[in-house]
């Protein structure tokens, strides 16, 4: 029941506010739908609570299950359930709507319902794609979500944001119908299954894994994205609106890691293991050249979306090197990242909404008219360098760990990232919030409102209690970790 | 003989209704002819209890009338419901679209009823006669409706165009009848399956059948509009008035699936090797050309033409993967698959055609993309309907569309036509940008007049609605659809 409600409250919440705003077009009845997405969003958040709280730590398999049969003839399940992996990003994400129903609260001035409406309905979505156990169900729920984004992008986004929209679901629909064919492929093998652990168990031999492998990785190396099908995540940063960058950072691009832990490695540990090369391969040229990309941005939004992309290469470099450092370390990355991203996405939000400008060049000394802004700034930049004491240095120092146990000169480059995030970081913060104060715009800034303290402090509380105690966050991640290195470790054939 | 007549009880009423439907009108007075409308409607609703009469009464076993020229099975009478509701939906689309351009007379009733009626019977036929027969009937009404308009050019180019191929069509498909009729000495369907079967695959009259069913398939390939006999479909779909193409674009796709599977499935199963191949070819050609060409349309109602063809192409997938070297082991899947395609396909041309004409007003023609420009400011709803559409059509869950792509990809992997999955799903990803490109237009783009749309009368309006809103039940429930279409084939 509970899985249920996490997917369906948020999605009726997003239905009513839909309603609530009549047929005429307008925006009459903004307040009132703004109020309800509110309530939406904290009763969607506190429906999840009990998945952590009712968590049993030492069962490794899945939990909350609820399996009712949809469509029998393609024997497709309405089957849900949690395990350590996925429940942390079903919170997650619930927990970050109410975050974007706030933050874009005044801000969003044209067509409000709409705008709340869909994010509350992709929230509910989001939640399918973590809790289904079901292949086609997944694929449903992952497919579905493109839909909403699409239109935060296009309708509320800036000046290119009909390029970026486009761009955005083509390349990921790209990636989504050739896993289509994978999934068509196991369902044909495993005699006509859809659910997920049965497909963990289908013996497969090397070359048909091989192809399966390459079938899934587009849709997930998009969806990271890993170098080099990255390229339309900066586009859709810049051009989305707040939220929607904070939505398609913090929760979108986990899809795509995750998809690797339920999907890619269970299913085909061989083929993982033989591609693992590849896959390092790529994640280290993430976490390097984009590295490298990211200091030399002058927009804020892009500087941060490369980021991003950096710091999901730590991700699926943590995967591929098989052991429990490595994939814990890489899930607590991205939660971590979840918070971070989504905080520094929100902070760019706020200098955007008073200055109308993502140029680094145009600020300069906003802590001298900002000083709360630019401190709690400084906490998230920090969480972005991957400080200890923040939640960014928990999910990189396992990685790095694992990385040091498989091998000497993979940990070195990794840890590269440390440098370089750091100096793109602080660079930019620098620049933007210390310095004289630039311009007369900077010198009438105003500092935050309680409503974006409120979403900030929020945030910042988090990035704090995952960065000095992490164990809530991976102790629940335990039992399910092992059993899946356990399960990659035996050959499938 | 008393059977006989109880299973064409259907044809029967809606030949009379027609007939009558033609001397009532002359009595009618009053532009909107709301009594003959009326009197369609209740033919086809009078024909739809019929319908489920003879279901009931057969019990879903199949019957033969006629000396077996007319064969009544649960595939033929699903897909005869799935027509009047079709028709009757049409009906309601296009009346007010009709009445002003004064093109609402009895002959566009009657004739629509007895295109409806040449449907039929090639959805029944079981002999090479009468699939001729039906579709004769079904084209010349037609092309008459195309050129409806008398003092419109471009509607008569357009049915002088279709009328030409169509005859062609209609001659290469004669053709091919008569080299498998040379081959196995039976023009019933049945009766040829049984002769092929017995064939064997060195003797003389094997070449005459595959070369007849090299025509065969060609006719069957241009009733559905697959390239590359798809010329006529974009000028047709372009030049007929709007509310005629909505006719075309919807029930005769039923009726040409029939006559496939009566065609190729009923009849010539076993030549499935040969023709399956030809079918690969159009297929991948239809979806290639279709998708592609598509992109370039600035016209919605060009664009939704090469979409139907890179539809049917989808749907001919199914039709190819029914039997893998010599077994038909998965037979019914893949043909279920292809008729709940085209059921679906149906359903989504009915409400994208439907648009058109449901925003037409008087005086002002809905057919060029930038007329969809700001749809969300002038009415979210509609707007919101036309996105379900969309994304159903691209195949986008948790819409319908999705399912149809989902069942026909799934034959086709099923078949081992991996290779083929993986170009249809590329080539559908092309299709997805004109799709969405409506959507940007919609919710992306200003309006360039903000008047909103109203006006439109209770029936279409709702009538809309449940067609966007039916996409979206269907796709979160398609069990029952999907079972029923498999019932349907495996009765064959």
């Keep these: 029941m509970l899985l249920s409600l996490a997917i369906w409250v948020p999605i009726l919440a997003g239905l009513l506010v839909l309603v609530a705003g009549g047929n005429a077009g307008g925006d009459r009845n903004a307040p009132m739908q703004r109020t309800i997405a509110l309530w939406g969003a904290l009763f969607g958040f506190l429906v999840t609570i009990p998945l952590y709280t009712g968590f049993s730590l030492q069962n490794p398999g899945m939990q909350f299950v609820e399996r009712h049969e949809w469509i029998q003839r393609f024997n497709i399940y309405y089957h849900l359930g949690v395990d350590g992996i996925s429940m942390l990003f079903i919170i997650l994400n619930s927990f970050i709507t109410p975050l974007v129903v706030i933050a874009g609260w005044t801000v969003i001035e044209k067509r409000v319902g709409q705008y709340m409406g869909a994010f509350l309905l992709m929230s509910g979505l989001l939640n399918g794609v973590f809790a289904a156990l079901d292949g086609m169900l997944f694929y449903v729920f992952f497919e579905a979500t493109l839909i909403p984004m699409f239109v935060i992008i296009g309708v509320w986004g800036g000046a290119n944001r009909v390029y970026a929209a486009l761009k955005f679901f083509l390349y990921t629909l790209l990636g989504s119908l050739l896993m289509l064919v994978a999934l068509l492929y196991l369902y044909n093998k495993s005699g006509g299954s859809f659910a997920i652990m049965d497909w963990w168990k289908l013996p497969l031999p090397l070359d048909t894994q091989l192809g399966l492998f390459f079938g899934l990785l587009f849709a997930f190396a998009v969806k990271v994205p890993m170098w080099p099908v990255h390229t339309w995540l900066p586009d859709a940063h810049v051009e989305a609106p707040t939220g929607g960058s904070v939505v398609l950072a913090a929760i979108m691009l986990k899809l795509g890691a995750y998809g690797f832990v339920r999907f890619s490695l269970p299913i085909l540990p061989d083929a993982s293991r033989e591609l693992a090369w590849m896959m390092i391969a790529l994640s280290l040229i993430a976490v390097v050249y984009i590295g490298l990309v990211a200091l030399v941005q002058t927009d804020m939004k892009k500087l941060i979306a490369y980021s991003s992309i950096s710091h999901m290469g730590f991700v699926t470099l943590g995967f591929f090197i098989f052991n429990a450092y490595g994939v814990e370390g890489a899930l607590v990355q991205m939660i971590s990242h979840g918070f971070i991203s989504a905080a520094m996405f929100l902070c760019v939000g706020v200098m955007y909404d008073r200055m109308h400008s993502r140029n680094i060049a145009d600020y300069g000394g906003v802590v001298n008219t900002m000083p709360k802004f630019a401190a709690l700034m400084m906490l998230f930049a920090m969480g972005n360098c991957g400080l200890p004491a923040t939640s960014g240095f928990v999910g990189e120092f396992m990685v790095i760990m694992g990385a040091m146990k498989a091998n000497f000169w993979l940990a070195f480059a990794a840890a590269t990232t440390l440098v370089f995030g750091a100096a793109y970081t602080l660079w930019m913060y620098k620049r933007v919030i210390f310095g004289a104060v630039a311009n007369d715009h900077v010198a009438s800034l105003k500092d935050l409102n309680p409503r974006e303290f409120l979403v900030l402090g929020a945030l910042a509380i988090a990035v704090l209690a995952m960065g000095i105690y992490p164990l809530p966050f991976t102790e629940v991640m335990h039992a399910s970790v092992n059993d899946l290195l356990r399960h990659v470790a035996l050959p499938k054939y | ?492």
């Excluded at chain 2, 191949?277 to 939704?304: C, D, E, F, P, Y």
């Design chain 2, 1 to 492: 003989m008393r059977i006989d007549f109880a299973l064409v009880l259907p044809e029967i009423l809606l030949l009379v209704g027609a007939c009558a439907l033609l001397l009532v009108d002359l009595f009618v007075k009053g532009e909107d002819r709301r009594t003959s409308v009326l009197m369609a409607q209740g033919v086809l609703l009078a024909c739809a209890a019929a319908t489920v009469f003879v279901l009931f009464g057969t019990g879903g076993q199949t019957g033969y009338a006629f000396h077996r020229l007319f064969v009544s099975d649960l595939m033929s009478n699903v897909l005869k419901l799935a027509a009047y509701g079709t028709v009757s939906a049409v009906l309601v689309y296009s009346r007010q679209y009709l009445l002003d351009r004064g093109l609402l007379r009895g002959e566009y009733l009657a004739l629509l009823l007895f295109a409806l009626l040449g449907m039929m019977v090639m959805m029944s036929a079981n002999s090479f006669l009468s699939v001729y027969l039906g579709l004769e009937l079904l084209s010349l009404c037609l092309y008459a409706l195309v050129a409806l308009n008398r003092d419109s050019a471009a509607s008569t180019e357009a049915a002088m165009k279709y009328f030409v191929l169509g005859a062609l069509a209609s001659g290469m498909l004669l053709y091919g009848m008569s080299m498998i009729y040379g081959a196995t000495g039976t023009l019933t369907i049945t009766d040829v399956a049984k002769q092929v079967a017995n064939l064997s695959r060195d003797s003389s009259q094997h070449t005459f059948l595959i070369f007849g069913l090299v025509f065969m398939v060609s006719g069957i390939a241009f009733k559905l509009g697959v390239v590359p006999f798809h010329m006529w479909i974009p000028d047709v779909y372009h030049g007929a008035p709007t509310a005629v193409t909505l006719v075309i674009g919807t029930a005769p796709k039923l009726a040409a699936f029939a006559m496939a599977m009566r065609l190729l499935v009923n009849g010539l199963l076993d030549l499935a090797v040969d023709w399956q191949q030809m079918l690969v070819i159009l297929s991948v050609l239809s979806m290639a050309v279709g998708n592609i060409t598509a992109i370039a349309q600035t016209n919605l109602k060009r664009m939704l033409a090469y979409s139907t063809i890179a539809h049917m192409g989808f749907m001919l997938l199914g039709l190819l993967s029914g039997v893998v070297g010599g077994n038909w082991f998965n037979a019914a899947d893949a043909y279920a698959a292809a008729m709940f395609y085209t059921l679906v396909y149906v359903l989504m041309s009915l409400g994208s055609f439907g648009l058109l004409v449901f925003l037409s007003r008087k005086g002002f023609e809905c057919e060029n993309l930038e007329d969809l420009r700001g749809l969300n400011r002038r009415n979210p709803w509609y707007a919101f309907i036309v996105l379900l559409l969309m994304f159903s059509l691209a195949g986008v869950p948790p819409t319908v569309g999705f399912y149809a792509k989902l069942t026909v990809l799934s034959a086709a992997v099923n078949a081992g036509q991996v290779w083929l999955a993986v170009v249809a799903v590329l080539l559908s990803l092309v299709g997805a940008f004109y799709y969405l490109r409506i959507v940007k237009l919609m919710y992306f783009d200003e309006p360039k007049d903000e008047t909103p749309f109203a006006g439109q009368a209770l029936g279409p309006r709702v009538l809309f609605s449940v067609n966007g809103l039916a996409l979206l039940a269907l796709g979160l429930l398609p069990q029952p659809l999907m079972s029923l279409c498999f019932v349907a084939i495996k009765s064959l």
